[in-house]
Structure formats: structure tokens, C-alpha cells
């Protein structure tokens, strides 16, 4: 089974850039999908990003434009590059990897991005 462990979080200004990382091992990573969630205090987890096997990628509305995900499978890693970042941008963020075949979930540990003056 995958193992996730996510890093690159930290405290950012408003309009300040930060990419997150999330390393991957344990497993074949070229057939998982990836997906980047967050979940600010006292809310549910929502998906901000998706990249498929193939590289495909979706994004959420709110992020479209200044997020970008990508994926390195020579070195089992997927990054999430975040700019623009806006105060809402505040919150966990996590790795989760989804298996192609059986459709096993896997989350990492997640990381803390806080967007602050």
C-alpha cells in the first residue's frame, strides 16, 4: 500500500506563492490518481485539485487560475503549486492517492498553509 507524506506548508502573505509537495512510497506511484484537499477549521475536506495517471488535471472553481498540480513519476512525488494566495486560502492540506484499479483511498498527514499579514 502507498504511503504519503505531504511538506512545503507554512505562513505566507497575501498574494505570496507556496508548493507543496507530497512524496509517495510503498507502491507503484504512476497508477494512482492524485488529488490535493483542504479542510479550513470547522468545515468538511474539499477537493482543490486532481491529476490523473494520464496527467489530466481538474481543479476547483475557487483556486482555477492561481493553483496548479502536477506530478513528477520518476520521483513519486506530486506538488501542488499554489499563487496568488488569499487569506481563505488558510488550511490543512492533503495528499490523497487513489488507487486505479481497486479505488483505494489514501490520505497523507497533511500540512498547514496560512495566508496572513
Known amino acids: 500500500q502507498v504511503q504519503l507524506v505531504e511538506s512545503g506548508g507554512g505562513l505566507v502573505q497575501p498574494g505570496g506563492s507556496l508548493r507543496l509537495s507530497c512524496a509517495a512510497s510503498g507502491a507503484p506511484f504512476r497508477i494512482y490518481t492524485m488529488d490535493w484537499y483542504r479542510q479550513r477549521p470547522g468545515n468538511e475536506r474539499v477537493r482543490v485539485a486532481r491529476?490523473?495517471?494520464?496527467?489530466?488535471?481538474d481543479y476547483a472553481d475557487s483556486v482555477k487560475g492561481r493553483f496548479t498540480v502536477s506530478r513528477d513519476n520518476a520521483k513519486n512525488t506530486v506538488y501542488l503549486q499554489m499563487n496568488s494566495l488569499k487569506p481563505e486560502d488558510t488550511a490543512v492540506y492533503y495528499c490523497n492517492a487513489r488507487h486505479s484499479f481497486t479505488a483505494a483511498l489514501t490520505w497523507g498527514q497533511g500540512t498547514q498553509v496560512t495566508v496572513s499579514a
Open positions: 491529476i490523473t495517471t494520464g496527467g489530466a488535471t
